[in-house]
């Protein structure tokens, strides 16, 4: 039998109350579609501190790197927020993290479902049925790590420089992973640039447009970054994969974070260099944090962690029949009218985190 090795790590505040939630659907699924999954659990962030003396302790890291996949949960809250920047959970657990797997591909899906438009800020009449985009970022990088860089003085003044640096490789590695995924979606990508400006955005439009001819079954075109801001609040059913540089794809992705109305029931997935069998090893975990007001209470959402268990599924052990069905129970729960208190609307049922991971599994049948 299929044997995947995943590290767990839940973190602080809701992290481990909806990571119980995701195992017993991965739980599920595994003993469906004759595969095993191999958990192993490892403190990370505040905990660490607490435990270990620092957010992401040696032993941790070495669960990671035994492992094909991290499940993920949240780090940080009040409780260390005190410490020194470069100590607090959040920065001295993921950044290193990030850094060490080489994570270049930031995978986040903005799903609006159905029955949920209402909380969308988009208005209701634009997105019948809802949409889902998939927005694929480079994460490596960029004006974010291009030399040099940094703050000087001259002629009496501060001047701050930044380079935005791309080789050529680096947009071919990240334009594979957005037309591998359109291929398996609606097959649609638009590649975001600048380049009636940048010089980076002509290498970037070339580049894509090159790599694109690996893919005839997949529909490539091009927007301006600022043009492509308005069109997704405008028309988001417009779009399948965005395929974007660092920075665009950071604005980009919060924005269409937001247009879905549920922040709190959205995925992400980063991947690394490392190639598996039929994935690639990568780092998988809900967009939002810790949640610190509603920690403990038992109330929190699963969905995102769940959905996260999914992405891991699909884009680490390629098993996206698997991935496919847990989508489908997740949207089936919440056609029935399941509801945490984040996306509770009048006439459906108010539930907690586990009744919630319940109604998952419910879907997900025998
Ligand atoms: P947050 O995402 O934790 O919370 C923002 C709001 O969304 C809160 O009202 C919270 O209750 C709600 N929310 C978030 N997830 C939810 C869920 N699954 N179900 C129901 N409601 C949910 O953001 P924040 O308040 O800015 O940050 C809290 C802590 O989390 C901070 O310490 C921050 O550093 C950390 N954080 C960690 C990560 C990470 O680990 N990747 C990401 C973001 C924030």
Not at 40 to 45: F, Q
Not at 119 to 142: H, M, N, Q, W, Y
Not at 229 to 253: K, T
Not at 295 to 306: S, V
Request: with cysteine; proline share 5%; charged share 20%.
């Amino acid at each position: 039998m299929q044997t995947y090795k995943v590290a767990v790590l839940a973190g602080d505040g809701i992290g481990p109350e909806v990571m119980v939630e995701a195992i017993k659907v991965l739980d599920r699924v595994q003993a469906q579609f004759g595969f095993q999954l191999e958990f192993t659990e490892a403190r990370v962030g505040g905990i660490a501190i607490d435990v270990d003396g620092r957010a992401l302790p040696e032993s941790t890291l070495k669960t990671c790197e035994a492992a094909e996949a991290i499940l993920f949960g949240s780090v940080g809250g009040p409780k260390w927020e005190s410490l020194p920047p470069n100590e607090q959970p959040e920065r001295a657990a993921l950044l290193p993290l990030r850094k060490h797997f080489q994570l270049f591909a930031n995978l986040r899906p903005a799903i609006c479902y159905p029955n949920l438009t209402h909380a969308s800020p988009v208005k209701e009449s634009l997105i019948p049925g809802g949409f889902d985009v998939l927005c694929v970022r480079e994460l490596t990088g960029g004006l974010y790590f291009g030399q040099p860089k940094g703050t000087h003085m001259e002629n009496g003044e501060a001047v701050a420089i930044d380079t935005m640096v791309y080789k050529q490789s680096e947009i071919e590695r990240i334009a594979h992973i957005a037309f591998a995924a359109a291929a398996q979606r609606s097959g649609k990508v638009t590649s975001i640039d600048k380049a009636n400006v940048l010089e980076n955005g002509v290498l970037w439009r070339k580049t894509v447009t090159e790599i694109s001819k690996q893919y005839p079954t997949v529909q490539l075109n091009h927007l301006y970054v600022d043009n492509a801001a308005m069109q997704l609040v405008r028309n988001p059913r417009g779009f399948d994969v965005i395929l974007a540089e660092n920075l665009f794809g950071d604005i980009l992705s919060d924005e269409m974070a937001m247009i879905t109305g549920s922040l709190g029931m959205l995925p992400s997935a980063s991947l690394g260099t490392r190639e598996l069998a039929n994935g690639r090893f990568g780092l998988f975990e809900p967009s939002g944090g810790t949640a610190p007001d509603i920690a403990g209470k038992g109330i929190a959402n699963p969905i995102a962690q769940i959905l996260s268990a999914a992405m891991m599924l699909r884009y680490a052990f390629g098993q996206s029949a698997a991935a496919d069905k847990i989508e489908l129970a997740v949207r089936q729960a919440i056609d029935r009218g399941y509801r945490t208190g984040d996306i509770w609307s009048e006439g459906c049922s108010r539930v907690g985190t586990r009744e919630m991971g319940d109604a998952v599994v419910s879907e997900l049948g025998n």
